[in-house]
């Protein structure tokens, strides 16, 4: 069990360790009160982590007194939603790297709303030009508004997913501020599985592959979810969303696939998803890498790993009401609008039947552009592939596919979802810093509410959805307003600008 101590003057004055900085620093498996910090050395040294909530007073410590080349510092006792400066190396006088630019933030406790951003990298790691381009725009975006943490989609590391793939095209391109700010949750690709012919069966079946060893993941349940007891598929809560991470390529059991719904992983997703929906809370979001609908560098017709997901497994997400399903492998972008109940090829899909809302969802004013809302059936899925933060694409003869509103493969990005409480919304970042699209969906909103006062009473009422806000009774544009209850019944209504949006409130004071 690793120790959190308060720092001593004797342990300031240690001697140093010629050791020199070789990866990360990059934070692992964040929680509201826990993080892991992970590094590799060119030598053999202690691993030490100082922290504190200023950069001037790093009052803290945690270290594993094994030396060693790969560092793995877990804190502890943590304060939620907190920012927290570190520093890492094997002693105080033998610091790595340290810094204003050296910080991580809790976690929120789980269920807790509040505003959250976590950005999404697909197909990233080929060292490209394309891929620093989406980096660098990704992170003037969030200069200002930064990310609570980000996710991979898979294919971290082309072409093999080796160890050195991963130094060169993953770890070296994202350490200046990315890796060691933000907690990273990660999903394997088939490149990260050894994809050569010869290795890749055998490595689907051990996952003795460079991926596993490179990342860790709550697998335990510490951030949130059912334990999975496996690196391969996880979930966490960041606030009040939840988030499945999946693996559709390896094998579990040495024998089933994600899209074999007796398998391992399938039943876990289960027992992960019931457990969620009895507490009645927040967004469900499951990302993995092979999409079920694509016609961009692959054919979700053709292929037949594909298909199976599509044919065999996203009826169970859709069951459970997951809202968001985010995927990488075909190197483009591709949206879908909210629907359910297409399993089949692209030409049995039919928009009257499978589109549960024919809303662009842009919520800018524009034609036929307001929100996806999810009433209390919480039914519909938006699906999204969004593998171009490295990886350049191509299309297919169909494309686009008939299930995507908006599709691209010219242009490389990133995706940044953006949560608060009830509102969703997911951008497409480009390498020219361009959001080419944009979504919006919410729950639990147009409400109508019967309230019961005294007269001469203060009521205060406030809108169920984010945004901004018309009153008819009022000139005030806050999302909550308080009134004097009037004798009989008053109806006050609160719209969006867009006329999309409408609660109602029936104040009723009794005889």
């Excluded at 080349?69 to 570190?86: A, Q, R």
């Excluded at 510490?222 to 999975?228: H, L």
């Excluded at 499951?286 to 694509?294: I, N, V």
Aim: charged share 20%; hydrophobic share 30%.
């Amino acid at each position: 069990m690793l120790a959190t101590v308060d720092v001593t003057a004797q342990e300031r004055s240690k001697p140093t360790v010629n050791a020199s900085l070789i990866r990360g620093p990059y934070l692992q498996v964040a929680t509201s009160n826990s993080i892991i910090i992970r590094w590799r050395t060119n030598t053999i040294t202690r691993s030490v982590v100082t922290y504190g909530t200023t950069v001037e007073n790093l009052d803290k410590k945690a270290e594993e007194p094994i030396r060693t080349f790969e560092h793995m510092v877990k804190l502890t006792g943590l304060s939620p939603h907190t920012k927290y400066y570190y520093s890492i190396g094997g002693g105080f006088a033998d610091t790595l790297q340290s810094g204003p630019d050296n910080f991580f933030v809790t976690l929120p406790e789980p269920g807790t709303e509040g505003a959250y951003r976590i950005g999404v990298f697909g197909d990233c790691g080929n060292n490209s030009t394309r891929q620093r381009d989406v980096r660098d725009q990704v992170e003037k975006y969030v200069a200002d508004k930064p990310m609570d943490a980000w996710i991979l989609l898979g294919d971290n590391a082309y072409t093999y997913g080796q160890d050195p793939e991963f130094q060169e095209k993953f770890f070296n391109i994202y350490k200046d501020n990315l890796l060691k700010k933000y907690p990273l949750y990660p999903s394997p690709g088939n490149h990260d599985y050894n994809d050569l012919y010869q290795f890749k069966a055998t490595a689907q079946t051990t996952h003795d592959i460079a991926y596993y060893k490179n990342f860790s993941m709550p697998t335990e349940g510490e951030a949130g979810g059912v334990p999975s007891h496996t690196q391969a598929f996880y979930s966490f809560d960041i606030g009040n969303i939840h988030f499945l991470s999946l693996d559709s390529y390896g094998k579990e059991d040495q024998a089933t696939r994600m899209y074999d719904t007796a398998g391992a992983q399938v039943q876990w997703i289960k027992k992960d998803l019931e457990a969620f929906k009895n507490q009645k809370r927040g967004w469900v979001i499951a990302y993995w890498h092979h999409p079920p609908y694509t016609m961009g560098s692959h054919n979700s017709d053709h292929e037949g790993d594909l298909v199976k997901i599509r044919e065999n497994f996203i009826q169970i997400l859709e069951r459970y009401g997951v809202d968001l399903i985010l995927c990488g492998h075909s190197h483009l972008y591709e949206r879908s609008r909210l629907m359910k109940g297409h399993y089949g090829m692209e030409n049995t899909f039919d928009s009257a039947k499978h589109v549960l809302n024919h809303s662009t969802a842009l919520y800018d004013g524009s034609a036929n552009s307001c929100p996806y809302i999810k009433d209390e059936n919480n039914q519909g899925t938006v699906y999204v592939v969004t593998g171009s933060a490295g990886a350049s694409g191509r299309s297919q003869p169909t494309y686009p596919h008939d299930a995507f509103y908006y599709s691209n493969f010219e242009i490389g990005g990133a995706s940044m979802l953006e949560v608060n409480g009830n509102r969703l919304e997911l951008k497409w970042i480009c390498a020219d810093g361009q959001i080419r699209d944009h979504f919006v969906m919410m729950k639990d909103v147009n409400k109508h509410n019967v309230i019961r006062a005294k007269k001469g009473e203060t009521v205060t009422l406030t809108a169920s959805f984010e945004g901004n806000y018309k009153w008819n009774k009022s000139s005030a544009t806050d999302r909550s307003i308080q009134v004097t209850a009037k004798a009989g019944k008053t109806v006050y209504e609160v719209t969006d600008p867009y006329s999309c949006l409408k609660d109602t409130f029936e104040v009723t004071v009794s005889k």
